[in-house]
């Protein structure tokens, strides 16, 4: 079965950094372009941004542009988002998600939590 566990959330002070990690597994991961999503509390879960099977384009929400940065390792079937100068409106619970045919994602994992203090 499919697995993806997210880690590396924690609570960290604006202006930190966190490397968020999401192991695959069940899969064959090169086939899937992978995403990062957030929820914040009472909004509803955003793009955060997005990385081709390849690992060549990516794509990110305006918000985080210059900030975060997504990349993957097909080898160790992982995905990673680097996120620098944290905000307290980064605080939210962070998902990845994995995509196979190009429409809604076909696999989320449980989520970890990144909290920026001011």
């Known amino acids: 079965q499919v697995q993806l566990v997210e880690s590396g959330g924690g609570l960290v002070q604006a202006g930190d950094s966190l490397r968020l990690s999401c192991a695959a597994s069940?899969?064959?991961?090169?086939?899937?372009?992978m995403a990062w999503f957030r929820q914040a509390p009472g909004k509803e879960r955003e793009f955060v941004a997005f990385i081709s099977r390849s690992g060549g384009p990516t794509y990110y929400t305006d918000s985080v542009k210059g900030r975060f940065t997504i990349s993957r390792d097909n080898a160790k079937n992982m995905v990673y988002l680097q996120m620098n100068s944290l905000k307290p409106e980064d605080t939210a619970v962070y998902y990845c998600?994995?995509?196979?045919?190009?429409?809604?994602?076909?696999?989320w994992g449980q989520g970890t939590q990144v909290t920026v203090s001011s």
């Open positions: 069940g899969l064959t991961f090169s086939m899937y372009t």
């Open positions: 998600a994995a995509d196979k045919t190009g429409g809604d994602y076909d696999f």
